[in-house]
């Protein structure tokens, strides 16, 4: 049997068990195994991504997907939008369209012009104006604006708007920045918190303080299921790096 029809009959068969514990309709298989090729492709898109759509990692699955195929629509999309109807939230999204694709001057000129008037207390224009500024190693400015939002809206000193208010604080190397790591970990102790707390102390020369935050985030992960490890996978390696290069014989 040629290699293309194994991996045809392959992807059919996946199909298919997917089709009997999902609880299809019967004739799925008949399709399936009767036409491996197009029955795949039909029940991939006509079954497989909806049920895709309820995972967190079937929606990242499908946003690379469609990045492959068309790795600009969503820029192209914004851009006409905004272009038609200039408003504050349709500047928001070409903001964040263009922070996606690394033009992050572009977005924090318009995340500027977005939490400005009437809105500039807004907390998604803020937030994203914060976020952008940070991306943008613009620490100082990031910093005020994460402040101008928890000054608005007290409740938002709290998860990423915090994590990122810390990061900001540190990258501007203001001395408030071990507290603000901290009260974000004293309030919510995620693997990300837990690994960036640990590069921040290992930065300031606290190996010994970086060592055990990286270590107490690893042990985390390791307590968790595997579906966790895959959503932190990329702080597991940032952790396991940082500490690899501590144990390193010094040249």
Do not use: C
């Not at 029940?43 to 068309?70: L, P």
């Not at 940070?134 to 101008?148: Q, R, S």
């Not at 640990?198 to 270590?215: I, V």
């Amino acid at each position: 049997m040629p290699i293309i029809a194994v991996i045809h009959l392959a992807f059919a068969i996946f199909f298919a068990v997917h089709a009997v514990r999902t609880g299809r309709p019967n004739w799925w298989l008949f399709v399936l195994l009767s036409f491996p090729m197009l029955g795949s492709i039909v029940y991939f898109f006509s079954e497989y991504m909806g049920d895709m759509r309820h995972t967190r990692q079937g929606r990242k699955a499908i946003k690379v997907v469609s990045n492959i195929v068309d790795p600009h629509r969503e820029l192209r999309e914004a851009t006409i939008e905004f272009d038609r109807t200039p408003t504050a939230y349709n500047r928001a999204r070409l903001a964040q369209a263009l922070l996606a694709k690394g033009e992050v001057q572009q977005a924090i000129d318009h995340y500027k012009v977005a939490a400005s008037g009437p809105y500039a207390t807004d907390v998604s224009f803020l937030r994203g104006l914060g976020a952008a500024q940070l991306i943008g190693a613009h620490h100082a400015d990031a910093v005020a604006t994460f402040e101008t939002l928890f000054r608005a809206h007290p409740d938002q000193k709290t998860g990423q708007a915090a994590l990122m208010h810390a990061e900001a604080l540190a990258g501007a190397g203001r001395p408030e920045a071990r507290a603000a790591f901290e009260a974000v970990i004293a309030a919510d102790s995620t693997v990300e918190v837990q690994v960036k707390y640990g590069l921040f102390l290992l930065e300031r020369g606290e190996k010994s303080a970086g060592r055990t935050a990286l270590d107490n985030a690893l042990k985390d992960v390791n307590r968790g299921n595997r579906h966790s490890r895959d959503m932190n996978r990329e702080w597991i390696d940032a952790a396991q790096g940082a500490l690899k290069a501590l144990d390193a014989p010094a040249l």
